[in-house]
Nanobody, 122 residues
Framework: VQLQAFGGGLVQSGGSLRLSCAASGSTLNNNNIGWFRQAPGKEREEVSCTRVGDGRTIYADTVQGRFTISKDNAKNTVYLQMNSLKPVDTAVYSC????????????????WGEGTLVTVSS
């Protein structure tokens, strides 16, 4: 199973970016799908989790209303649309999947993609 996250870059505060997470070797719809981020000097935190059981996406309070998940099943790809970006959103963003259970525990994911750096300038 391979996951590849891409789409990061430098954006001004208030701007938008869309990250992509493409999967091979596993069908995303059969997994819990998580987006995580790790800012310099901080621990990795969950940004969003799309649960395999009910298909619902839960967002962290810090991004609720600004970030949105979408999926392209034909491409086996999930997207993280990030709007109204703030400097505090600066981090390395990664996607990960978990085939069992429900939810996206940061230390319980099965496969991780390499991160993509998002830098938001003030």
């Amino acid at each position: 199973v391979q996951l590849q996250a891409f789409g990061g870059g430098l954006v001004q505060s208030g701007g938008s970016l869309r990250l992509s997470c493409a999967a091979s070797g596993s069908t995303l719809n059969n997994n819990n799908i998580g987006w995580f981020r790790q800012a310099p000097g901080k621990e990795r935190e969950e940004v969003s989790c799309t649960r395999v059981g009910d298909g619902r996406t839960i967002y962290a309070d810090t991004v609720q209303g600004r970030f949105t998940i979408s999926k392209d099943n034909a491409k086996n790809t999930v997207y993280l649309q990030m709007n109204s970006l703030k400097p505090v959103d600066t981090a390395v963003y990664s996607c990960a999947i978990r085939g069992s259970g429900s939810g996206c525990p940061v230390y319980g994911m099965d496969y991780w993609g390499e991160g993509t750096l998002v830098t938001v300038s003030s």
